[in-house]
């Protein structure tokens, strides 16, 4: 069965310090992954996505993830975080990225403190 | 960019009456669309995919007679929530694939209150 994983339910993070956000997936064919983002009250916006070809993908908000097939993973990192980037995250897997198997993880809250 | 747009993004209805959500592509056309419920602080979940012209298709566990999905258009979805009760408080979330090479684009979403 088609799954996503995010370990992590809430990380805390100090402005300026680095981030990375865990996401498995259990998936039968070549997926298409992606990560969005959720501010509170908002719908979501996608962040970065990966179909194909070179596994480390860049986003915006200077955001990226790296694709790791031998460890069904998909982890969302970033150098530098700042106070804007405290929301939730959520990591999705499709079997293509127009239907409609499209799979979200629970998501990660994150918290930046000054 | 391809942009969905929802409306409206709160509402407060009394238990008993019936609530409309509609979800619009802004600058594409859609054929298919698709409405998601997320319960706070959990993630996404489909409930149904509403298909220009014919019937949507729902979800297993989503009472289909109680969240009425209409797509009259290509550009325009939806969701009727009937007879509402506050166990159907939630975020209401469209989406739809503008069909190039990213991901699917969301709307702002809708927050239900049932009081």
């Known amino acids: 069965a088609q799954s996503v994983t995010q370990p992590d339910i809430h990380i805390t993070v100090s402005e300026g310090a680095s981030l990375e956000l865990r996401c498995n997936y259990s998936y039968g064919a070549t997926p298409y992954l992606f990560w969005y983002v959720q501010s509170p009250g908002q719908g979501l916006q996608l962040l970065l996505k990966y179909f194909s070809g070179d596994t480390l993908v860049q986003g915006i908000k200077g955001f990226e993830a790296e694709f790791k097939r031998s460890q069904s993973s998909f982890n969302l990192r970033k150098p530098s975080v700042h106070w804007s980037d405290a929301a939730e995250y959520f990591c999705?897997?499709?079997?293509?990225?127009?239907?409609?198997?499209?799979?979200f993880g629970t998501g990660t809250s994150l918290t930046v403190i000054p | 960019g391809a942009v969905v747009s929802q409306h409206p993004s709160r509402v407060i209805c009394k238990s008993g009456t019936s609530v409309k959500i509609e979800c619009r592509s802004l600058d594409f056309q859609a054929t298919t669309m698709f409405w998601y419920r997320q319960f706070p602080k959990q993630s996404l979940m489909l409930m149904a995919t509403s298909n220009e012209g014919s019937k949507a298709t729902y979800e297993q566990g989503v009472e289909k007679d109680k969240f009425l999905i209409n797509h009259a258009s290509l550009t325009l979805s939806t969701l009727t929530v009937t007879s509402a009760h506050p166990e159907d408080s939630s975020f209401y979330i469209c989406s739809a694939h503008p069909g190039q090479g990213d991901g699917y684009t969301f709307g702002s979403g809708t927050r239900l209150t049932v009081v």
């Open positions: 999705a897997v499709g079997r293509s990225n127009t239907g409609n198997q499209f799979y």
